[in-house]
């Protein structure tokens, strides 16, 4: 059972910056795409970047581009979400989620997700 873990959400004024992040155990990350997408409150889910698992290519929804980078320390297992720029409308709860057979397009259903973290800006 692949198990992962997120941290790093807060409270951060507009215009600021949060680095994510997320440590996966329980299964080699090898063969699973791995990504982040949020969820803020009454809305759906939103994918926003992404690995790969078949080449390891990063994928980008459109809403992602430009403000935030998704990337990965291997030997650590964990995956990071920089987040700059951010704006009110950034208020969400991110979630890292992997998933052996699906590919990035389809990241807010992918099999395994963490527990999230919250993310709130506001001045």
């Known amino acids: 059972q692949l198990q992962l873990v997120e941290s790093g959400g807060g409270l951060v004024q507009p215009g600021g910056s949060l680095r994510l992040s997320c440590v996966a155990s329980g299964r080699s990350l090898r063969y699973y795409s791995i990504g982040w997408f949020r969820q803020a409150s009454g809305k759906a889910r939103e994918g926003l970047a992404c690995f790969n698992s078949h080449d390891g290519s990063v994928y980008y929804e459109e809403s992602a581009k430009g403000r935030f980078t998704i990337t990965r320390d291997n030997a650590k297992a964990t995956i990071y979400l920089q987040m700059d720029n951010l704006k009110p409308d950034d208020t969400a709860v991110y979630y890292c989620?992997?998933?052996?057979?699906?590919?990035?397009?389809?990241?807010?259903?992918?099999?395994?997700w963490g527990q999230g973290t919250q993310v709130t800006v506001s001045s």
């Open positions: 989620s992997a998933d052996p057979a699906r590919l990035c397009p389809f990241v807010t259903q992918f099999t395994d």
